[in-house]
């Protein structure tokens, strides 16, 4: 029989996720993925902004519902404008100079450049995810924390469709400066983003977002495994503490309630 | 939103200067660079030692004299070897009468033509010179003289429908279709031109104390040229 035991219930579990999500950093990450047939550079910024609604289900599940996520992404892509557009020339041009005769232009050839195209992409993504409860004793400290298990599904706030407007019209903005792109951008946009699509989009953004969620520890509790209890009152009269031998955690059916218990063994 | 410059000052590769050499003698002249800012557009010093002789006048035109008849047009393509500019002829000989047009390759390094004798120059045009543009992006572009000659003109460039592939092609071809602006005593006939995005306008000055076809955009606040005091002097000079 353990000699402590603590328990909550699903509304004080919200309340606490709430509070805990609300305490998270927020986290980054950098590289390089692959955008359609695109490389492109990508940094990534996540914060946790609201953990929804807690679910608890026995024997050691804490399922967090509508985790909400706000991201943003800087993406740098290179595009060659020469693998979307026709070679083009502006041709020879003869005028007359009455008195003086033809005077001829050279031919120019368009060389079409590779652009950095900068895109900043912000959204959010809702998910649902289970967290596992892990109770570790690290330097000392009893830690109990909500391990989020699996690969949560990412629900995007905007729309695939909207992403890809975004894409298109930075790179309509990044191109504007090349000479003779105007008659091209319209077809120029279209094809980068058909290129690109929503496989590309997705296939960018799992990866770099789902990390920010799977394998996030929410911390529960922590304490140290030696503390004091009552403090010194006199050179006779020291101060009391007792050791945390043991912390158990589970999710426990205790009829009406689902509750996250923990428990623990002590020894003076 | 006009990404396209129109400045005879800074000559960049959908320009080209052109020059007619009346006289017999030799001609030395130096490329040097351009457009580092808008209201002095060319390094007006670096033009100044040229004409006092220095030797950064390394390229040459040779002009020997010829018989009256068609005039015979030389094209010269400059481009950029390290911080310097090449011209792929560094001498060239041809008759009087006969014209020699520069053009650069590279779209990074806008440069300017800078003859030892006055009326040879591209920051300047005078008597029986030229200037080239493709006009490469629609909009409109309002000009004017940056010496202050009281010249105007307006290109407008509208941007061609180009649907399918058939419609590329029939664009293309529309751009061989070059378009003559003359200019006499600073005066542009015609001072209005309508063009697809592509097209050529070739600027002609037929007589004139030296002006450019400049963005109004670009010209100084008070319309009086890059504010040099020897302007009058030289526009004096190049008249006689």
Redesign the interface.
Known sequence: MPEIIAAIDEGAATTIFTTLAAGLPPQSSSGSSSFGPFTAAYAATATLSSPGTVDLIPPGTIRVADLRMDWHLHLSLSLDIGDFL?D?H????????PC??D????K?DI?WPTVTVPIDLSDYVKTTVDLGIAVTLVAGTWKVEGVVQGVPNLQFGLTTAAMLAVVGAAVAAAV?????????LA?LVAAVVAAIGVAGLTGLLDPILTPFISGTRFPVYAQPQLFTVLPAAGANDPAVTITLDTIAAEVQHNPPEDELVLSADISA | MITDQLDSRVLRFTDSYAQRFMRPGTYRYGVVAAGAHPAKAVPVEAVRSLHRGSAAAPFTVQVEEGEAGAMAQTVLTVRREGTRFVVDQPTVRIRTGDMVMWHGTDASWPFAIAGEKEFFGSDRLVNESGFSHAFTAAGTHEWGDAYGSGLRGTVRVRQPRLGSAKDVEAWQSRLSAGTLVTITDAVAEPAEVDLVVGQTVFFVVTRGPGVSVTDVDLLPPTGKGDGDEDDEARVAAAAS
């Open positions: 026709p083009i502006i041709p020879q041009v003869c005028v007359h100079i003086v005769g005077v001829c232009t050279p120019i060389v504007a400066w090349v000479p003779l792109i105007g008659p091209f077809v």
